[in-house]
């Protein structure tokens, strides 16, 4: 059963994936052949070579999350959704997060702060982007690594790597409940791009390499809002406000994650406790189809990723990292680790429970349709050479780098050899959809209905499932 959320009368944002490699020859079906309806005894056997299958790819049930205790849970919530925690108050974490778009934005890049309006209708003035595209936040307790080039992290002994080095000191890491999520909400909030601003406001003013003054300042902030006083000693029990960091807002924020957007009832997820019928045949047939080609190979354990890094040969567009000529160029885990052999143009392997529900797709948001996105990893060079510029957002198709040699040199060699049929394409991509939670499609009840700074909230309504 899905983990239910405990946050009572509280009303609660690329996940985008990387379908690295789904699909081979031997995997294929007929060109354009209908699959037959099955009998009774040939669905038992096809239910019964998918659970054997698998168990052979190491695909587990999603466990339950971590408790969270309620007052932490209602923090958490409150500071996801306040814009007080932006330079110019004027964005939220979850502005780009939106619940009524599965936490996601619906767009292919997101527009940080400066800007008006909401997901696809949101606008800056001077036209600017986030690189990237803004992943879905469901079953983040199950992730490790965060950020799409997986410059969050937390190694076997239990140590911190981030951006931030030193700054992020060991007892702010005490603080921790939720282990590489607890640390990632410290991050959005630095950058000038996302919520901190280039100007007008006392946090603008710090300098980037310092880190703990911004998060003291945010400190400094909430510290003068009473309620929020009160909030962060209820939920931190025996614990002085004075005696807080933004540690304990940015674990919150984990907890409020963790306890909100955990699911795990999906129809897959019922098929793996037993249920041999909680999928429809053509979802059965896909899910062979996934576990017999290469798609499992990257996508597997009980959250359907392997926490690791691929470059799937997607178009590179927008803004960039400043990398390349012109640095609009975004090598990804290059970025991170300096080996360019295996790391540039990689990314991060998303999960894909609830994927139905997270378009647009990839790191830059290549893809809207679920469908065409399964398609790219048939023939993925051609597809990239092949690159549908018309399905950006004017103010994008002008920015699609001519870089495809460059990105196929390191292609994943998972990818070499890919080719499958327009009904094995249909086939998993149904399977996609039976990883769905039906509890994931409408999660405007998660929108409180004020925070204690008192300034707007952005709901999102208008999206994908309302």
């Not at 004020?450 to 499932?465: A, E, F, I, Q, T």
Request: overall charge neutral.
């Amino acid at each position: 059963m899905r983990a239910k959320g405990r946050i009572g009368l509280l009303a609660a944002s690329a996940i985008v994936f990387v379908l690295a490699g789904c699909g081979d020859d031997e995997a294929t079906a007929p060109k354009g052949a209908p699959a037959p309806s099955l009998s009774s005894a040939e669905m038992n056997a096809l239910a019964a070579e998918v659970r054997q299958l698998t168990a052979g790819r190491g695909i587990t049930a999603l466990g339950q999350p971590p408790q969270v205790r309620p007052a932490l849970v209602r923090l958490g919530q409150a500071l996801a959704f306040d814009k007080i925690l932006s330079g110019n108050r004027d964005i939220a974490c979850m502005t780009c997060h939106l619940p009524s778009f599965a936490t996601g934005d619906g767009r292919s890049l997101s527009i940080g702060q400066g800007a008006t309006g909401l997901g696809p209708g949101r606008v800056h003035p001077q036209g600017l982007f986030i690189p990237r595209n803004s992943p879905a936040l469901f079953n983040m307790f199950a992730l490790q690594p965060l950020f799409w080039d997986g410059r969050v992290s937390r190694d076997e002994l239990g140590s911190f790597h981030t951006p931030a080095g030193a700054a992020l000191t060991p007892g702010m890491t005490q603080v921790f409940e939720f282990g590489t999520l607890s640390a990632q909400p410290l991050f959005p909030v630095l950058s000038r791009e996302e919520m901190r601003a280039f100007s007008d406001n006392e946090l603008a003013l710090i300098g980037d390499d310092h880190p703990e003054q911004v998060w003291a300042a945010l400190m400094v902030r909430l510290g003068g809002i009473r309620e929020y006083r009160r909030m962060f000693e209820a939920a931190y029990p025996g614990t002085r406000f004075d005696q807080m960091t933004f540690a304990h807002a940015s674990n919150a924020i984990a907890g409020f994650v963790t306890d909100a957007l955990a699911f795990n009832n999906s129809p897959w997820d019922r098929f793996l406790a037993g249920n041999d019928r909680a999928m429809t045949q053509v979802q059965l047939l896909g899910a062979k189809d996934f576990m017999t080609a290469k798609c499992s190979i990257c996508h597997n354990g009980p959250a359907l990723t392997d926490n690791k890094f691929h470059n799937v040969a997607l178009a590179q567009f927008g803004p960039g990292k400043g990398d390349g000529a012109g640095g609009r160029d975004d090598f990804g885990r290059m970025r991170e680790t300096g080996v360019a052999e295996r790391d540039r143009y990689a990314f991060r392997t998303p999960p894909l429970r609830n994927v139905e529900l997270t378009a647009p797709y990839g790191h830059d948001g290549a893809f809207f349709s679920l469908r065409d996105f399964v398609d790219h990893y048939s023939e993925s060079a051609l597809k990239l050479q092949n690159f549908n510029i018309n399905q950006l957002e004017p103010a994008l198709q002008g920015t699609v780098l001519p870089t495809f040699s460059d990105i196929l040199a390191t292609r994943d060699p998972l990818l070499t050899g890919v080719v499958f049929a327009p009904q094995t394409v249909d086939e998993v991509t149904e399977f996609m959809k039976a990883l769905t939670d039906p509890a994931a499609r409408n999660l405007q009840r998660l929108v409180p209905g004020r925070v204690p700074s008192g300034l707007p909230v952005d709901g999102g309504r208008g999206g994908p499932g309302e």
